[in-house]
């Protein structure tokens, strides 16, 4: 897989390596990867933590791509 030319980008969320037109895909698995981890008798904290975190880059990289910077979207 080729680098993502946004990944060169100061400031760019979209991580390298991945393809935009993959984020919703990636958001769709690390959040089903999440929910079941979630409902594990005995969860893992800190692959849960990862996960979150993950996910929240993601969701900037989504937003970055529709023209939305920040949590603001007034901006």
Known sequence: ???DAHSNVPGSFIPAG???ADLPVAY???RAQL???MREPVRDFVRIDELVDQLE?????LKEEHG???NN???
């Open 35 to 37: 929910e079941r981890l």
């Open 57 to 61: 880059k993601l969701q900037l990289a």
């Open 18 to 20: 991945l393809d935009p």
């Open 28 to 30: 769709a698995q690390s």
């Open 68 to 70: 939305i910077k920040g």
């Open 73 to 75: 979207p007034n901006e």
């Open 1 to 3: 897989m080729t680098q």
